[in-house]
């Protein structure tokens, strides 16, 4: 497993931005796919957007047109722009690491939204 750990994350007015970072603790390039989740009170955890090693993205419907992931291998860490944010975007927000189907977690970074 890889030990994750996000930041970025805080409080923004509704149409703000911010951008959220997940540092692992070891070479990233060989991990089949990363991505960020996010879990909002009373709700399931969601797939917000995920990157393959090939550098292939996939997002959510919901945020699509408004949060961009992007990785770079030297620095061990991948991203998550988040533009035009909207109140429904609030939620605990993890990165996820998923290498030869074994799923590592960071601890979660706090986005909140305000209308």
């Known amino acids: 497993q890889v030990q994750l750990v996000e930041s970025g994350g805080g409080l923004v007015q509704a149409g703000g931005s911010l951008r959220l970072s997940c540092a692992a603790s070891?070479?990233?390039?060989?991990?089949?796919?990363m991505g960020w989740y996010r879990q909002a009170p009373g709700k399931q955890r969601e797939l917000v957007a995920v990157i393959t090693s090939g550098g292939g993205t996939h997002y959510a419907d919901s945020v699509k047109g408004r949060f961009t992931m992007s990785r770079d291998n030297a620095k061990n860490t991948v991203y998550l722009q988040m533009n035009s944010l909207k109140p429904e975007d609030t939620a605990v927000y993890y990165c996820n690491a998923n290498e030869d189907n074994i799923n590592s977690w960071g601890q979660g970074t706090q986005v909140t939204v305000s209308s």
């Open positions: 070891r070479n990233i390039f060989s991990i089949n796919a």
